[in-house]
């Protein structure tokens, strides 16, 4: 089928006199991984919720593979898996007593048995542990695990590495890749600019509840940036902070404290402007580095903030 | 129903593995009794000390007396009135009976008499079962008196007194007791908590119908009240002797009953309450005032009578007089039938109440 498998449309929600989504439009194409990227309170879990029928639009509308969520409730959620945010359960019931009474939930519908799913991510020796005994990294699992019971289209994660130690973060990233792989759309969100740039087809920039800039990650990047940067400790700092506004190939600047951010088109010139800076007034720049732009150097120029505040 | 059965089966093992709500919902009921009967098993008597005034001395007074005196659970002392009242002050004597000067007299003319019965109204034994007694032997004369067949002689007499000690006052009384902790502390707060955590909101990601959740959750709070009856019954039954008069039929149908309005007050309460903080505070406000003022610990005739609209407000006090009139056949403030109809009142309006103002998130 060609149809989108999601299409919002001028999306609000208000509560009282915070906007928290303010017209979001989007459409998500079948089988891509499209990825929400934003600070925490710019409507992302909003949005998300809006997309799975667990809130209602103020205004604008939603279609999920194909259908209406405010009016076919039931059959979307059929056919999507949820992970929320929180991951609360049921607390004295054992992994595969959760996982054989989800799928209870889906009758009619084609669905993983729990030794599938569990083997699938990893939580075979933990069958038998009451869910408040998992870790957190077993918990994500386990609510992904859920969220695959009914061979879903399509998954909604809200922020699924959130509180995760790295090597859970990337055996998480290697589960989403896997469901790609499987032809499965994933629509997720986060505030980790690593997570948008190496797992998503397509991102969408949010903040304050607006789409700031949308399109592949790589894409966004160039548009805004088709310069490296150059960062390191200015520990002497230099009183005339201007110098580094005149070395060769330097577009523009910004001081974090001690922490001083060259973007450049020439890191080569660049960088010989700044040795023979340092030769100069005999100063030693620390910890010096260079690096392409990222996705949050864009959201940094695009808002003036970082993606956590 | 495989989902709504997977759900209950769920719930209960979930409650089955929770300790702490174990602990309230059935030991702590049991505890209560066993607390009150070591409390009041020791002064449990089978015999009641009466004081008997008679200022007549004429054959029907020596009648009545020697009546009084045939009746197995009462302990006749005689001596004058000033004396006897003395007695019932210092609690030696629990009743002092005072047969008027004049009462023959008047008995043999046909011409009412008034017979002064002094006790201690804070004893809720005097009240509840001493002056019962005293009353159906006076009947009992006062039929002898007016001519009508004497048909019933002795055995009304030793059924209220063997029957009724105040264990079997206690043990329907704490079991609607119990009832109502499912309605409130069992109920209520949990669901606020699932709520809270948003385990609820989980399940509305999912087609789960939201009437299958909500039959689960009920039935799940039905089925432990079943439990605690059983439970409560038991103990009474084995321990203390218990003797259940009435029908169990009618005893499941209160149980049940009064289980269901209980549990959908929880409910109104858990839509009104926003968060753990509120529904625990809700609850114990409504808690305490009910187990006091609804005649479990003591009978309503004994609070004062500008509490008595509060005590008919509430809806424990009629379940704790069904089930106390149909577990041991204890005279009851209302009848059956009042009982019955108040409970499913509440039911409805609280059932009504939820529908409107409830929500799963």
Known sequence: MDQNAIEATGLRKYYNSTKAVDGISFQVAQGEVFGMLGPNGAGKTTTVEMCEGLRTPDSGQVSVLGLDVTREPEKVKARIGVQLQTTALYPRLTVREILDLFRTFFPGKESHDSDTLMDLMNLREKEKTLTKNLSGGQRQRLSVALALINMPELMFLDEPTTGLDPQARRNMWDVIRDLRKSGTTVFLTTHYMEEAESLCDRVAVVDAGKIIAMDTPRELVNQHFQESAIEFDDKQNLPEVGAFRTLPGVTRTRRDGQHVTLYTTDATSTLGGLSAMAARKAIHFDDLYVRRATLEDVFLKLTGKTLRE | ?361
Not at chain 2, 46 to 67: C, H
Request: overall charge negative; proline content about 6%.
């Open chain 2, 1 to 361: 129903m495989k989902t709504f059965f997977s759900l209950y089966v769920a719930s209960l093992k979930e409650m089955a593995r929770d300790r702490m709500a174990l602990f309230w919902t059935l030991a702590f009921p049991v505890l209560f009794i066993f607390l009150f009967g070591t409390i009041f098993s020791g002064g449990g008597p089978d015999t009641f000390e009466v004081g008997l005034a008679d200022q007549d001395g004429g054959p029907a007074s020596q009648g009545i007396a020697k009546a009084f005196g045939e009746v197995d659970a009462l302990e006749i002392t005689t001596g004058s009135e000033i004396e006897l009242l003395e007695k019932v002050r210092e609690g030696d004597l629990r009743v002092v009976v005072v047969l008027p000067a004049g009462l023959s007299a008047s008995l043999e003319q046909g011409r009412p008499v008034n017979v002064p019965v002094h006790y201690d109204p804070s004893n809720q034994t005097t009240s509840t079962i001493v002056l019962p007694i005293l009353f159906q032997v006076l009947q009992r004369i006062d039929r002898g008196l007016s001519g009508a067949p004497q048909l019933l002689q002795v055995e009304p007499v030793s059924v209220v007194s063997e029957g009724l000690r105040n264990i079997d006052f206690f043990v329907p009384g704490i079991l609607a007791m119990a009832i109502m902790q499912i309605g409130l502390f069992g109920t209520a707060i949990p669901i606020v908590s699932l709520r809270e955590q948003q385990v609820l909101r989980r399940l509305g990601a999912t087609p789960l119908p939201r009437l299958t959740l909500l039959a689960s959750q009920v039935a799940l709070r039905l089925t432990m009240a079943l439990i605690q009856a059983v439970l409560l019954l038991g103990v009474g039954i084995v321990v203390y002797d218990l003797q259940m008069i009435g029908s169990w039929l009618a005893l499941s149908g209160f149980v049940l009953l009064g289980a269901a309005m209980m549990i959908s007050l929880g409910y109104v309460i858990a839509a009104v309450s926003r968060t753990q903080e509120s529904v625990t505070g809700l609850t114990s406000i409504l808690n305490f005032p009910m187990m006091f003022l609804s005649g479990i610990f003591f009978p309503i005739e004994l609070v004062p009578a500008w509490l008595s609209p509060a005590i008919k407000a509430i809806p424990l006090t009629y379940l704790g007089d069904a089930l106390r009139q149909v577990m041991v056949d204890a005279p009851g403030s209302f009848s059956l039938a009042t009982d019955a109809l108040v409970l499913a009142a509440w039911l409805a309006v609280c059932t009504l109440i939820s529908v409107r103002f409830f929500h799963w998130e």
